[in-house]
C-alpha cells in the first residue's frame, strides 16, 4: 500500500508527501482493519431473526428488494408458481444457465426458493400460514389482484396484525391512474420517472443527427433497482418503528417514483422557472467543465466545475485562455459556450491515452502549489472493467463457487463494508422449488406424504 | 375494499401520524449531493438532522443550478436533497469549530459525511475521534470508490463512477458513444444505498447497543446494480454492450416513436405478447410467444422492427388506448412538466406542493407511501448558518454572549456575498427562523 500511494503522490511537494503517505498509511490501515472482506462470515448480521417472504413476480425492484434484505441478513423465502417465476426467462439473449436466466441467478442470493400455487385455494391457504410466521411480504400483483383473491393487505394484516406488506407497482395503489396498473417493468419506470426525457444526447448539439435525439435510458435496470432499494429501504423504516410501535404498515412503492425522487431538481426547476433542461449528452445544464471526450484509446470524463476547479482544469491542459474567457458559470453553463469548451478540450485529449490523462489529473490534484481539482474517470468496458483488481480487493466483483450453478463471476454486497455487520453472498441462487422440503418442513412440519399430495395436486 | 388504501394514505392526515426515525438525530458533515441526499432521507421519515456548512460559503450546490438560476436566493441543485434539516455552519479546520463537533457528535446517534477517505480523521473528527467520545454512534463515510484500496485517494463524481464500473458504456446506441445519465444517478443510488445501511445499523444497535463505521463507495453501487452484467461476461467471456433504448433481456422493450411524441412499450408476459399481435392483427407473430424465443437476436430485430413500423401510424393516445384494450403496456416518456402537472402525482402527494415559510410555494418530491410512518416535507434549505442559533441554544445550551464570541472568531458564521448562501432578498429577519 505505501509504495502504491508513493507512486499515486509523485506530483506532491517532496517536503509534505512523506509525512502525508504516513498519515495516510496509517489511516488506510486501521480503516481495513474495520472493514476487512476476510472478516465478514465471522461477523452477525443485522436482520437476523427476520422473514421476508418475496412473492413478486417478473419483477426485478422485487427481487432487488429482497437480495438487499437477505444480503443484510434476513431469512428471504421466494415463492413461485409451480413452473417457476418468469424472471427466470428475464436474460440477455435468452441465455439460460442450469435452466435459470442470467440476471435471476444475481438476484436469487441468500434465498430459499420455493413453489406455490396462489390460483389454487390450498395454495393460499399455506400462504397464508407462511404469513403468520414472516414479517414482511413483498409483491408486484397489480392492482387490485391480491385482494380478489383473499390475500391482499387488509386480508393478511388480520392475520399478522405486526406484518409489514410491501406492494410494488409502476402506478402506485392510489390515485387517479392507479387502476391502470399492469405488470411493472423497467422500461415504464424510467419512462415516467422524467430520468428518460433529459437523457441523451444532445439536443442543442448542431453535430448530432436528428435521429439520435431522443430520450434515452439507462443502459441497466434503473427503474427497477431504485425501486427495489426504496421498498428495502422503506422495510427498514417499518422495521425499526414496529421496535417501538409494535405495529405493521402498508408499503406503497412506485420504482418511477422512486427514481423521480433521484432525478435532481427536474420538478423543483419546473415549479419555480416553468423550464425544462434540454438533454444534454456529454454536456450538463448546471455544472460545467463535467463532460465525456474521446481519448487516443477510449471515453475519458472529465471535470472542472467550480471556479477554481476550472482555473485547475485549464492549467493542466494548458489553456488558461480558456479560464479568461469562461469565468464563471454564467458564461460555462450556456449550452453553445459548453460545446466550444468541450471542442478545445477534446483537442487536447485526442493525442493522450486515458492512463496519461488521469495521471495528469492525479499530479495535478496531489501539487499543492496548484489550483483546484480536476476529477477524470475511464470509460470502461464491462469486461475491461471485470479485469480490474481493485473491484476484487474490495470484494464487489469476486469469483464464487455456487453449490448448484458452479464457478461465478458475480457482484458482492454494496453492504459489505460495514465494520459490525456486513452485508454478504452466501449463495447465488437455487433452482426452482429446491427449497420446498427444508422450508415446508421447518416451518410447517409437512412431512413427506403431505408434501407428495400437496405436489399431485399441483399446490407446490 | 380498494378504499382502504385511499383512507391509509389519506393526505389530510400525514402530519398526524408518527414518524419512523423521530428520535434519530444526524450529523452531516456533507457537501455536494452524495451525503447530503443520504441525510435528506433520513429527514424525510423523521430523523432531526443538522446540516454543518463552511461558514460564508457553504454547500458547493448552493452555485449549482441550471443556467444560474436562482429562485429568491435558492438554488434548486441544492434544495433537491435538503428538506427538513438544520443549517449551522461550523468551521470544522479550527480547533474551537472541532470541540463544537464534538459536542454535537455527542447528541448525535448518525454521523454522515462524503470528504476524501482520511480527511475527517486527520481533522480530527474521524469515526476513530468521534467513537471514543461516543461508542454507539453510527458513521457512514461516502466516497467514490471506498475508504481503503488502490482508488482510495482519487477525487469521484457520480460520472466518474458511472464511468469506471461500466455503466455509462452500457448507455446510448451501438453506433453511438456511451451517454451520461441526465441526473447525478449514483449520487443517489449511493446514497440510498447509504440510508439503508444506516437504518440496519440503527436495527442492529437497537438490539446490542453498539454502533458501526460503514464504509459506502460509489463505484460499488454502481457495480450491484449492474444486474446481469458481470455473470455474463464471466459465462461468456463476451463484452456487454449498449443497445438504445432496446433491453437485451426483455423483448418487446423499446421506445417507440409515436406521429406525437415517445412512447415506452413492453409486452414480456406471454399474454401481453398475445395482447400485442392482436392488437397489431399480426397472428404470424405469435409463434414468438415463448419469451426465450423471443430473446434471440433475430427475432428481437424482426419483432422490434414490425413494432416500431406499427407504432409510427398512431397517435400516443391512440396506442395508449389500444394497450388497455389489449393488455399490453405502455407510458408516455414522461417530461418534468407532464409530472408536474398530473393530477395522479398530485393526489399522492409525490409531487408535494407547500408554501414554505422562507421561500414561499414549492414543489418537492416525495416517493415511497408508508401507512402508519409518511415521509413528509416541512421545508426546505435554509441559507448558510441560517439555525445557528437554534441549534448551539437548544442542543448545546450556549450563551449568546459565547455565539457572539464564536461567531467573531470566525468558528462558526452564517451567509456570505455569494446569493445562493443568503435569504431571499426581502427577508424580513424573522420569517422562517425557529428561534
Given at each position: 500500500?505505501?509504495?502504491?500511494l508513493?507512486h499515486?503522490?509523485?506530483?506532491m ?7 502525508e503517505?504516513?498519515?495516510?498509511e ?8 474495520l ?8 461477523k452477525?448480521e443485522?436482520?437476523?431473526g ?6 413478486s ?5 422485487g427481487?432487488f428488494?429482497s ?9 428471504v ?9 418468469i424472471?427466470?426467462k428475464?436474460?440477455?439473449f435468452?441465455?439460460?444457465?442450469k435452466g435459470?436466466?442470467?440476471a435471476?441467478i ?6 430459499y426458493?420455493?413453489t ?5 385455494e390450498?395454495g393460499?391457504d ?6 403468520k410466521?414472516?414479517?414482511v411480504v ?18 393478511l394484516?388480520?392475520i399478522?396484525?405486526?406484518l ?8 402506485g395503489q392510489?390515485g387517479?391512474?392507479?387502476k391502470?396498473g ?5 422500461l415504464i419506470d424510467?419512462?415516467?420517472?422524467t430520468?428518460?426525457?433529459?437523457t441523451?444526447?444532445a439536443?442543442?448539439d ?9 430520450p ?7 427503474g427497477w433497482?431504485?425501486g ?8 427498514l423504516?417499518a422495521?425499526?418503528?414496529r421496535n ?8 406503497d412503492?412506485s420504482?418511477?417514483e422512486?427514481l ?23 454536456y450538463?445544464?448546471a455544472?460545467?467543465?463535467?463532460t ?8 475519458v ?7 477554481p476547479?476550472?482555473?485547475?482544469l485549464?492549467t493542466?491542459i494548458?489553456?488558461?485562455?480558456l479560464?479568461e474567457?469562461f ?24 493525442s ?9 489529473a ?7 502549489s496548484?489550483?483546484g ?5 475511464k470509460?470502461?468496458?464491462p469486461k ?8 476484487y480487493?474490495?470484494d ?7 453449490p ?5 463471476l458475480?457482484?458482492g454486497?454494496?453492504?459489505g463494508k460495514?465494520?459490525e ?16 422440503t427444508?422450508?415446508?418442513t421447518?416451518?410447517?412440519g409437512?412431512?413427506?406424504?403431505k408434501?407428495?399430495e ?7 | ?6 383512507e391509509?394514505f389519506?393526505?389530510e392526515?400525514i ?6 426515525l ?12 452524495l451525503?447530503?441526499?443520504?441525510s435528506?432521507?433520513?429527514a424525510?421519515?423523521?430523523a432531526?438532522v443538522i ?10 450546490m448552493?452555485?449549482?443550478?441550471p443556467?444560474f438560476?436562482?429562485?429568491n436566493?435558492l ?8 428538506h427538513?434539516k ?20 455527542k447528541?448525535c446517534d448518525?454521523?454522515i ?6 480527511t475527517t480523521?486527520?481533522w480530527?473528527?474521524g ?25 482510495a485517494?482519487?477525487?469521484s463524481?457520480?460520472?466518474?463512477a ?7 458504456y452500457?448507455?446510448?446506441?451501438p ?9 447525478w ?7 440510498i ?12 444497535r437497537?438490539?446490542?447497543?453498539k454502533g458501526q ?11 450491484r446494480?449492474?444486474d ?8 461468456t ?7 438504445g433504448?432496446?433491453d ?5 422493450s423499446?421506445?417507440?416513436?409515436c ?12 399474454d401481453?405478447?398475445?395482447g400485442?399481435?392482436?392488437a397489431?392483427?399480426?397472428?404470424d407473430l405469435?409463434?414468438?410467444l415463448?419469451p ?33 384494450e ?12 407532464d ?5 395522479h402525482?398530485?393526489e399522492?402527494?409525490?409531487?408535494w406542493?407547500?408554501?414554505?415559510h ?9 416517493g415511497?407511501?408508508?401507512s402508519e ?7 426546505v434549505a ?9 441549534v ?6 450556549l ?6 464570541e464564536l461567531?467573531?472568531e ?12 443568503q435569504p ?10 425557529f428561534?
Amino acid at each position: 500500500m505505501l509504495r502504491e500511494l508513493n507512486h499515486q503522490m509523485t506530483g506532491m511537494g517532496k517536503k509534505d508527501c512523506f509525512s502525508e503517505v504516513i498519515l495516510m498509511e496509517d489511516y488506510f490501515n486501521w480503516v481495513k482493519s474495520l472493514t476487512n472482506p476476510k472478516d465478514v462470515h465471522d461477523k452477525p448480521e443485522a436482520l437476523e431473526g427476520i422473514r421476508v417472504l418475496d412473492v413478486s413476480y417478473g419483477n426485478f425492484a422485487g427481487l432487488f428488494a429482497s437480495s438487499i434484505l437477505a444480503e443484510l441478513g434476513a431469512e428471504v423465502i421466494k415463492i413461485e408458481p409451480p413452473e417457476g417465476d418468469i424472471a427466470r426467462k428475464m436474460t440477455p439473449f435468452g441465455i439460460l444457465h442450469k435452466g435459470t436466466g442470467l440476471a435471476y441467478i444475481i438476484e436469487g442470493r441468500n434465498k430459499y426458493h420455493i413453489t406455490l400455487n396462489l390460483t389454487k385455494e390450498k395454495g393460499r391457504d399455506i400462504y397464508k400460514k407462511l404469513v403468520k410466521k414472516s414479517d414482511v411480504v413483498i409483491e408486484s400483483f397489480g392492482f387490485g389482484e391480491a385482494e380478489k383473491l383473499g390475500i391482499g393487505y387488509p386480508q393478511l394484516k388480520e392475520i399478522n396484525g405486526k406484518l409489514i406488506y410491501v406492494a410494488i407497482s409502476t402506478y402506485g395503489q392510489f390515485g387517479p391512474e392507479a387502476k391502470k396498473g399492469k405488470s411493472d417493468y423497467d422500461l415504464i419506470d424510467q419512462a415516467r420517472s422524467t430520468v428518460m426525457s433529459v437523457t441523451g444526447e444532445a439536443e442543442f448539439d448542431p453535430e448530432v443527427p436528428e435521429e439520435y435525439k431522443v430520450p434515452l435510458r439507462m443502459g441497466n435496470w434503473m427503474g427497477w433497482y431504485t425501486g427495489g432499494a426504496w421498498a428495502a429501504y422503506a422495510v427498514l423504516l417499518a422495521l425499526y418503528w414496529r421496535n417501538f410501535s409494535g405495529v405493521g404498515q402498508f408499503i406503497d412503492v412506485s420504482p418511477s417514483e422512486a427514481l423521480l425522487r433521484h432525478a435532481n431538481y427536474n420538478i423543483q426547476y419546473y415549479h419555480e422557472a416553468k423550464k425544462i433542461v434540454p438533454r444534454a449528452g456529454p454536456y450538463d445544464p448546471a455544472v460545467f467543465a463535467y463532460t465525456v471526450v474521446k481519448a487516443k484509446d477510449g471515453h475519458v470524463f472529465i471535470a472542472g466545475y467550480s471556479d477554481p476547479n476550472w482555473k485547475g482544469l485549464t492549467t493542466m491542459i494548458n489553456r488558461p485562455d480558456l479560464f479568461e474567457k469562461f469565468p464563471t458559470p454564467r458564461e460555462r453553463l450556456i449550452p453553445e459556450n459548453q460545446i466550444v469548451m468541450r471542442n478545445e478540450i477534446q483537442n487536447w485529449a485526442e493525442s493522450k491515452t486515458s492512463d496519461e490523462i488521469l495521471k495528469l489529473a492525479m499530479d495535478h490534484n496531489l501539487d499543492e502549489s496548484k489550483v483546484g481539482t480536476v476529477v477524470v474517470g475511464k470509460i470502461y468496458k464491462p469486461k475491461e472493467s471485470s479485469k480490474l483488481e481493485s473491484w476484487y480487493e474490495r470484494d464487489i466483483l469476486k469469483k464464487f463457487e455456487d453449490p448448484y450453478f458452479g464457478e461465478l463471476l458475480i457482484q458482492g454486497s454494496s453492504f459489505g463494508k460495514m465494520s459490525e455487520t456486513p452485508g454478504r453472498v452466501k449463495w447465488c441462487c437455487r433452482p426452482v422449488g429446491a427449497d420446498n422440503t427444508y422450508v415446508y418442513t421447518k416451518l410447517l412440519g409437512f412431512d413427506a406424504k403431505k408434501m407428495r399430495e400437496l405436489r399431485d395436486e399441483g399446490v407446490i | 375494499m380498494r378504499d382502504i388504501y385511499k383512507e391509509i394514505f389519506n393526505p389530510e392526515i400525514i402530519f398526524e401520524k408518527p414518524e419512523a426515525l423521530e428520535n434519530v438525530r444526524v450529523l452531516e458533515l456533507s457537501n455536494v449531493v452524495l451525503g447530503p441526499a443520504a441525510s435528506d432521507f433520513l429527514a424525510e421519515f423523521g430523523a432531526e438532522v443538522i446540516k454543518v456548512e463552511l461558514p460564508f460559503i457553504g454547500d458547493v450546490m448552493r452555485s449549482v443550478t441550471p443556467g444560474f438560476f436562482l429562485y429568491n436566493n435558492l438554488s434548486p441543485g441544492f434544495e433537491e436533497q435538503n428538506h427538513n434539516k438544520y443549517h449551522v455552519a461550523i468551521d470544522l479546520r479550527k480547533p474551537k469549530g472541532r470541540e463544537l463537533i464534538y459536542r454535537l457528535a455527542k447528541k448525535c446517534d448518525v454521523v454522515i459525511e462524503n470528504f476524501r477517505p482520511g480527511t475527517t480523521d486527520k481533522w480530527g473528527i474521524g469515526y476513530r475521534q468521534l467513537s471514543k467520545i461516543k461508542p454507539e454512534i453510527i458513521y457512514l463515510a461516502l466516497s467514490g470508490f471506498g475508504q481503503w484500496g488502490k482508488n482510495a485517494l482519487r477525487v469521484s463524481y457520480d460520472a466518474v463512477a458511472q464511468a469506471e464500473s461500466g455503466l455509462m458504456y452500457l448507455t446510448g446506441f451501438p453506433e453511438r458513444d456511451p451517454i451520461k445519465c441526465g441526473v447525478w444517478i449514483l449520487d443517489f443510488s449511493t446514497s440510498i444505498t447509504g440510508a439503508i445501511a444506516v437504518l440496519a445499523a440503527l436495527l442492529y444497535r437497537s438490539k446490542t447497543g453498539k454502533g458501526q463505521f460503514i464504509d459506502i463507495a460509489q463505484v460499488e453501487t454502481a457495480i450491484r446494480w449492474m444486474d446481469w452484467t458481470w455473470v455474463y461476461v464471466g459465462l461468456t467471456g463476451k463484452n456487454r454492450g449498449r443497445c438504445g433504448n432496446r433491453d437485451f433481456a426483455i423483448v418487446p422493450s423499446n421506445v417507440y416513436r409515436c406521429k406525437d411524441g415517445f412512447v415506452a412499450l413492453v409486452a414480456f408476459k406471454e399474454d401481453e405478447f398475445l395482447g400485442l399481435c392482436n392488437a397489431m392483427g399480426r397472428e404470424d407473430l405469435k409463434i414468438y410467444l415463448d419469451p426465450l424465443e423471443r430473446l434471440k437476436p433475430e427475432n428481437a430485430d424482426l419483432i422490434d422492427k414490425v413494432i416500431a413500423d406499427w407504432v409510427s401510424k398512431l397517435t400516443i393516445n391512440e396506442l395508449e388506448r389500444l394497450a388497455d384494450e389489449y393488455g399490453f403496456v405502455t407510458s408516455k416518456v414522461l417530461t418534468p412538466e407532464d409530472v408536474y402537472m398530473s393530477e395522479h402525482f398530485r393526489e399522492r402527494k409525490t409531487v408535494w406542493i407547500f408554501e414554505d415559510h422562507l421561500y414561499g410555494e414549492l414543489a418537492e418530491v416525495q416517493g415511497v407511501k408508508l401507512s402508519e410512518t409518511p415521509g413528509r416535507i416541512k421545508w426546505v434549505a435554509r441559507p448558510v448558518g441560517f439555525d445557528n442559533d437554534f441549534v448551539f441554544v437548544k442542543l448545546l445550551g450556549l450563551s449568546k454572549e459565547e455565539i457572539a464570541e464564536l461567531e467573531k472568531e470566525g468558528v462558526i458564521g452564517k451567509w456570505g456575498d455569494a446569493k445562493g448562501t443568503q435569504p431571499p432578498d426581502d427577508w424580513d429577519g424573522k420569517k422562517g427562523l425557529f428561534f
